[in-house]
């Protein structure tokens, strides 16, 4: 086991001062979007002065026996920590399938790796969990139609809006969120301007309680970074949630979904492709949100993790690419025994001190910092006061 070193990702949409002050830096006025901890080639982390990705092409048996037999001599999972200071664009990720099909298809068309209207920059999929440091709030998935056209019919503009989202009434679940979705993405010259009437009468009903309010305030919020930008109708037909710190949100492949404000650790497989459905000034591929967004109506629900024994906790996953764990370690307990042995692990510290013990090694933590255990380590134990999370392969 050694210190794992992440890399930075400026995003304008990050918040300036949440994760140098996690990772015990100062802030230097640039937005510090994410802190990535990972083997991915576009930035790996460093271990002892090797790059992580170069660490794993040399030693592939650090990964771990079942997840390379299952994805190969990779790390098959990304670590981050995401600050968001203000709403990321909507956003899907494609099944492992699709991204296949997806990634040769543009590669046989011969577009360059980082061309501007390129949307598979690998061939892997990327469902996530989104873990709470602070209270996070989102979009994910759709409402039903009928309720989302009653909020428009709240905000008085139903009648102004019908020749756009007349289908939210007229069609059922899947067929009436995707023609409305990508007809407001296709919106120009006077139609355009429909968005700058749903905000004007949002501001009506910003301080209205329940539903209602929360639909015009969520408007509201978009239009400020996003101003009269129609897709902001297409986001008002998603669910808002708002998850507390430790509850997590699992983001499954074909899910539309927008971060929208606060910080959190997020585990993905270990991908870049993302399709784009608005709140963007990049290439949005009409094409592929047909073939990947799944527009069935859902209610998503924030989740706890599960306990597994004293100090353990489980968030529960479908995915093979990953598992994820709490760690919760105190002074009363003792070492607790570190979950996923047989894999790569990384563990990120985010609250208190800890030392970590593999057989005759000791490697102290402090806040903000990683370790990453290669799977050739034997399990190891964590003790000390702290909250930690750990990462590992889902194939073990």
Not at 51 to 68: F, I, K, M, Q, T
Not at 136 to 156: I, M, N, Q, S, V
Not at 329 to 355: F, H
Request: glycine share 10%.
């Amino acid at each position: 086991m050694q210190l794992l070193h992440g890399t930075f990702q400026h995003y304008a949409w990050g918040t300036t001062d949440a994760i140098p002050e996690l990772l015990g830096r100062p802030a230097d006025g640039r937005p510090v979007a994410e802190y990535w901890l990972g083997a991915h080639p576009l930035t790996p982390s460093e271990v002892d002065g090797v790059l992580l990705d170069a660490l794993v092409a040399r030693n592939p048996e650090v990964v771990g026996e079942a997840s390379r037999a299952a994805f190969g001599d990779r790390l098959p999972y990304l670590v981050k920590v995401l600050s968001a200071r203000h709403a990321l664009s909507l956003q899907a990720h494609p099944s492992r399938e699709q991204a296949e099909e997806g990634f040769a298809k543009e590669n046989a068309a011969g577009l360059a790796a980082d061309a501007p209207e390129r949307t598979y920059r690998d061939d892997w999929p990327k469902p996530e969990l989104l873990i709470a440091l602070t209270e996070f709030d989102g979009l994910a998935g759709f409402r039903d139609p009928k309720r989302t056209a009653a909020l428009f019919g709240g905000l008085g503009v139903a009648d102004e809006l019908a020749s756009v989202i007349g289908p939210l009434t007229e069609r059922k679940g899947s067929a009436a969120l995707a023609e409305v979705f990508l007809d407001v993405l296709s919106l120009k010259g006077e139609r355009a301007r429909l968005s700058e009437l749903v905000c004007a009468a949002a501001m009506q009903k910003k301080d209205f309680p329940g539903e209602l309010g929360e639909f015009a305030r969520t408007i509201l919020e978009l239009d400020e970074v996003f101003p009269t930008d129609p897709s902001i109708i297409a986001a008002a037909l998603m669910n808002r949630v708002t998850l507390k710190p430790g509850e997590s949100l699992y983001v499954p492949a074909g899910q539309m979904h927008a971060y929208l404000s606060g910080t959190g650790v997020e585990v993905m497989a270990n991908s870049d492709n993302v399709i784009r459905g608005g709140l963007t000034s990049k290439h949005v591929d009409v094409g592929e949100l047909v073939r990947v967004v799944d527009f069935e109506p859902s209610v998503p629900k924030a989740t706890h993790p599960v306990a597994v024994r004293d100090g353990v906790e489980k968030y529960p996953t479908p995915c093979e690419e990953f598992d994820v764990w709490r760690l919760t370690p105190g002074a009363e307990q003792g070492p607790i025994k570190l979950p996923g042995a047989k894999s790569a692990r990384i563990l990120l510290l985010t609250e208190g001190g800890a030392e970590l013990a593999v057989g005759s090694d000791r490697l102290q933590l402090r806040r903000g910092e990683a370790a990453f255990l290669p799977a050739t380590d034997s399990a190891g134990t964590i003790s000390g006061e702290a909250v930690a999370f750990m990462t590992a392969s889902g194939l073990r």
